[in-house]
């Protein structure tokens, strides 16, 4: 079942199916959420499918240390690399553009390429979207192929499928209006 359902609802709607016995799959965006995990717990087990761009359990990551620092020093898991991705490019854009003047910066983003600690990425130029690759993990038990669990739960995202940003590009209709 895919679902866009997220925060107290995704919760409630795995722990319902787990307690009606249902076995659906869910396929969710959501699930990787702050609270979402630890408030699924055993009653998500093989039973969420979770599509993102990274997770602490990903082959050749080479976030893992930057990971490890993060829950560290904030007593909390780094689970949205998207954001850190958006970050490096603005600041490659600002460099690149020699200014933050938000035309500049925004032109300077357009079609931009670099290699991300997750892979190849890009901004296509026609509707600046990122590309980047992305998974598809299962949530399940420490020690399942699974390293490293999310928030404490004994519980953590295992790859099922890695997709390259360049298998996931879909046509734009966009016609975006430039200053």
Not at 14 to 29: N, R, W
Not at 77 to 101: H, I, P, Q
Not at 164 to 173: F, I, K
Request: proline share 3%; glycine share 6%.
């Amino acid at each position: 079942m895919i679902t866009g359902n997220w925060g107290s609802d995704l919760s409630l709607l795995i722990k319902a199916s787990k307690e009606s016995g249902l076995t659906v799959t869910y396929y969710t965006l959501n699930a990787h959420n702050a609270g979402i995990p630890s408030s699924i717990g055993a009653a998500g087990e093989d039973h969420i499918k979770q599509i993102l761009t990274w997770h602490a359990n990903v082959a050749d990551n080479k976030i893992e240390k930057f990971a490890n620092d993060y829950k560290t020093r904030f007593k909390a898991d780094f689970y949205y690399n998207t954001a850190k991705t958006e970050l490096e490019m603005l600041a490659r854009a600002m460099n690149e553009a020699k200014s933050t003047d938000p035309l500049k910066v925004a032109r300077a983003l357009e079609g931009m390429k670099y290699m991300s600690d997750t892979g190849a990425v890009w901004m296509r130029a026609d509707d600046q979207q990122l590309m980047q690759p992305i998974y598809i993990a299962t949530f399940s038990k420490l020690g399942k192929g699974v390293k490293y669990d999310v928030e404490n739960t004994g519980y953590g995202w295992k790859t099922d499928v890695r997709a390259e940003a360049r298998d996931t590009v879909m046509p734009t209709s966009c016609k975006m209006e430039r200053p």
